[in-house]
C-alpha cells in the first residue's frame, strides 16, 4: 500500500518561505518519479514541479519557475518543495504525487492527503 504524506505547509506573508516535504512508503521510492500539484479554492488542480527518478531532471509551472525548487531524496524516501518569493496567489493545498514524470495529474498513481499554504499579502 503506497502512502504519501506531506508536512511543512502553514502561513507566511507575501515574500517569505516554505519548504513542504513528502514522505513515501509502500513500494521502491527510486523507481518513480515524484510531482507536486496545488489546488485552490473553486480551481482545478494544477501542477507546480516534478522530479525524475534519479532527480536529475526537474520541470516547473511558469508561475512557479525560479522561485519553487523541487528535489528528493532517495536514501530516505523524500521528495521536497522549497517555496520561495511566496506571493498570495500560491495560497493553496499543495499535494505529493508518485507516477510518471510528467506536468499532467493523470500521470501519477498516488497521491498525497494535501498541506495547505496560506500566503498573506
Known amino acids: 500500500q503506497v502512502q504519501l504524506v506531506e508536512s511543512g505547509g502553514g502561513s507566511v506573508q507575501a515574500g517569505g518561505s516554505l519548504r513542504l516535504s513528502c514522505e513515501a512508503t509502500?513500494?521502491?521510492?527510486?523507481?518513480?518519479?515524484m510531482g507536486w500539484f496545488r489546488q485552490a479554492p473553486e480551481k482545478e488542480r494544477e501542477f507546480v514541479a516534478a522530479?525524475?527518478?534519479?532527480?536529475?531532471?526537474?520541470q516547473y509551472s511558469d508561475s512557479t519557475k525560479g522561485r519553487f525548487t523541487i528535489s528528493r531524496d532517495n536514501a530516505e524516501n523524500m521528495v521536497y518543495l522549497e517555496m520561495t518569493n511566496l506571493k498570495p496567489e500560491d495560497t493553496a493545498v499543495y499535494y505529493c504525487?508518485?507516477?510518471?514524470?510528467?506536468?499532467?495529474?493523470?500521470?501519477?498513481?498516488?497521491w498525497g492527503q494535501g498541506t495547505q499554504v496560506t500566503v498573506s499579502s
Open positions: 504525487a508518485q507516477g510518471y514524470y510528467s506536468s499532467s495529474a493523470s500521470d501519477y498513481d498516488y
Open positions: 509502500g513500494r521502491t521510492f527510486s523507481r518513480y518519479d
Open positions: 522530479v525524475s527518478w534519479s532527480g536529475a531532471r526537474t
